[in-house]
């Protein structure tokens, strides 16, 4: 199955600004780029509302080159840091069952797996995990 449906981030409106998504309140995405200028990885984070003092790790993406270099676990590292220092308690994230690697990172990363909360707006995803931050 493909993620390239309607109720996933791939039609996510933000996804063709990210610049302009990510400059509001309370939201932040970085990206990493190879030595040739060309990005390799990015990640963000924006505030979850439905739970307070928790920010959504959002857009964890990385290039087919950097897959299996570790990079995903230093960009969780990485934003989990940024959210610390914006204030936020706690990290929430949702994906689906068909991102297994990211699931295994997210697992070793202390992500426990929780219901779907009743607020999510991607109904495609199936997979939901919270982090303490403290």
Known sequence: ??????????????????????????????????????????????????????????????????????LGYKMIDFIEDKMREAGYKASYLETHDNLMAAIHIYKKKGYKEIERPKEVVHSTMNRFFWKSLG
């Open 1 to 70: 199955m493909k993620l390239n449906i309607p109720g996933t981030v791939y039609f996510d409106d933000a996804l063709d600004h990210l610049s302009d998504y990510y400059d509001g309140d309370g939201r932040k995405y970085y990206v990493i780029e190879g030595d040739d200028g060309q990005v390799i990885c990015g990640i963000g984070y924006d505030r979850f509302e439905p739970m307070k003092d928790t920010a959504e790790l959002q857009k964890l993406y990385l290039t087919n080159s950097a897959k299996g270099s570790g």
